[in-house]
């Protein structure tokens, strides 16, 4: 059971630019991502790099924020703010949660981009074996633009496994349809604790779309 417990807080580590899970954060407690790296888009090769906080408001709602600066990328920065509900568990270990959040990105030049809502479902699964347990979860988005430029869709899953105490195994698959493309990310990634500082995570990602994003980024985790 202490494994299937472990691999549930590490799902709510877990929650870069808002794919954040379907467990609650404790009442208080506060987690923070930052994260950098490099990045290839259409051709053109930049640095990024970003943050993720959550803070656990009560023991069912968790309040979040996410910023990402990109250089490659036409849409220079993004940030989104949200908060999530624990609305319970359907099965043992089985929670689900919905979320709210507003989205807005910027630009050096060219079209503003949209000012969008975020809804979002989330259901996970958490389990002690093989290994030292893992956990499966999913999530469905809807991102309405405040501007009329239509409806994004997401959808982002994730399976993750511990082969020992203190080491993890991901791959996470997203799928999105916008306004000027439809296209599907995959992303593996290793972490590894480090005592104190926390857990270091390093994830790859190869977009199969007209961009063929492709990016590395090293992430360091904190809990407190």
């Known amino acids: 059971m202490w494994r299937v417990v472990l691999c549930l807080l590490l799902i709510c580590l877990i929650a870069p630019q808002g794919h954040a899970g379907p467990w609650p954060r404790e009442k208080g407690q506060t987690f ?8 290839r888009v259409a051709g053109r090769s930049g640095r990024l790099a970003g943050s993720y906080s959550e803070y656990g408001v009560t023991d069912r709602v968790t309040v979040s924020t996410a910023v990402e600066s990109r250089a490659a990328a036409s849409e220079v920065m993004r940030w989104e703010v ?3 509900w624990y609305l319970g568990d359907v099965g043992a270990g089985a929670p689900i949660s919905v979320g709210l959040g507003v989205q807005r990105g910027t630009v050096l030049a060219g079209p503003k981009p949209a000012t969008r809502a975020r809804v979002v479902v989330h259901y996970g699964r958490g389990f002690d074996r093989p290994l030292q347990g893992g ?26 496994l511990r082969p020992t105490a203190t080491s993890l195994v991901m791959l996470s698959i997203g799928t999105y349809h916008t306004d000027r493309d439809d296209f599907l990310k995959i992303s593996p990634a290793l972490g590894h604790e480090i005592g104190r500082l926390g857990t270091l995570v390093v994830e790859a990602t190869q977009e199969i779309g007209n961009d063929r994003d492709r990016r590395l980024t090293v992430a360091l985790w904190r809990r407190f």
């Open 32 to 39: 923070v991502s930052v994260w950098a790296g490099a990045e």
């Open 82 to 84: 949200g908060a999530r």
């Open 135 to 160: 956990w499966l979860r999913s999530s469905a988005s809807v991102l309405p633009s405040f501007g009329g430029e239509g409806t994004d869709f997401e959808t982002y899953s994730q399976a993750g």
